[in-house]
Every structure is written in structure tokens, then in C-alpha cells.
Nanobody
Framework: QVQLVESGGGSVQAGGSLRLSCTASGRTLSNYFAGWFRQTPGKEREFVAVINWRGSSTFYASSVKGRFTISRDSAKNTVYLQMNSLKPEDTAVYFC?????????????????WGQGTQVTVSS
């Protein structure tokens, strides 16, 4: 129903910055939350940040709060994740996802539509 394509990943030195983009296409009218999650091999997908598309409210994982900023451009159907002061611990595949109204917007299980992911590698 919804196709999501992430971009902007890459390799960066610790302390550097990257901006991830996620563009949605298809049926997007019912989307309520857009989130970023990340996953390292062997571990569960981890919540990073979420934005309420309608209210522009945001929530962040404690591990990234103050360093990452989630934003959206509704006209472009795009959500961004600005990542500053990157740490090696941020290395992961980053996924964007969208969902309708849910009581648990930080839970991966709440999201039916996912992108393919983009690799972020932070070297020390």
C-alpha cells in the first residue's frame, strides 16, 4: 500500500553528521506516524524517533535525544532524520516506517509499512 525509500546513509567519522531521508509513495492519506528505527545484526529493531504527521509532535529514544532531529515535509511526503554528533554506537541499518493511529508509536510492531533500510556506519 505504501512504498518507502530511505536514502542518505553512509560512512562517517565519530562526531560527524548525516541526514537520512525517507520518501513515501502510494497510499499515504491514512498515515499518522512516521518513525525511524535501527537494527544491528543479531539484535531487535530499535526505536529511534517518531513524529506525529498532523501535530508535528516528536518523541526520541533517550540514546539519541539531543543529537538527532526528526522532521517532515508533508508536501514532499518525506520524513528526515538529522543525525549529529554521531557515535560508533549509532552504527546500524536505519529504517523508516509509517503507521496509522496507534497507542504505541514507538513499537516496531505498530508499523505495517517499512522501507528497505539504509546503512549508517560511524567509525571511531
Amino acid at each position: 500500500q505504501v512504498q518507502l525509500v530511505e536514502s542518505g546513509g553512509g560512512s562517517v567519522q565519530a562526531g560527524g553528521s548525516l541526514r537520512l531521508s525517507c520518501t513515501a509513495s502510494g497510499r499515504t492519506l491514512s498515515n499518522y506516524f512516521a518513525g525511524w528505527f535501527r537494527q544491528t545484526p543479531g539484535k531487535e529493531r530499535e526505536f529511534v524517533a517518531v513524529i506525529n504527521w498532523r501535530g508535528s509532535s516528536t518523541f526520541y529514544a533517550s540514546s539519541v535525544k539531543g543529537r538527532f532531529t526528526i522532521s517532515r515535509d508533508s508536501a514532499k511526503n518525506t520524513v528526515y532524520l538529522q543525525m549529529n554528533s554521531l557515535k560508533p554506537e549509532d552504527t546500524a541499518v536505519y529504517f523508516c516506517a509509517v503507521s496509522g493511529s496507534t497507542a504505541r508509536p514507538a513499537a516496531p510492531a505498530s508499523y505495517p509499512d517499512w522501507g528497505q533500510g539504509t546503512q549508517v556506519t560511524v567509525s571511531s
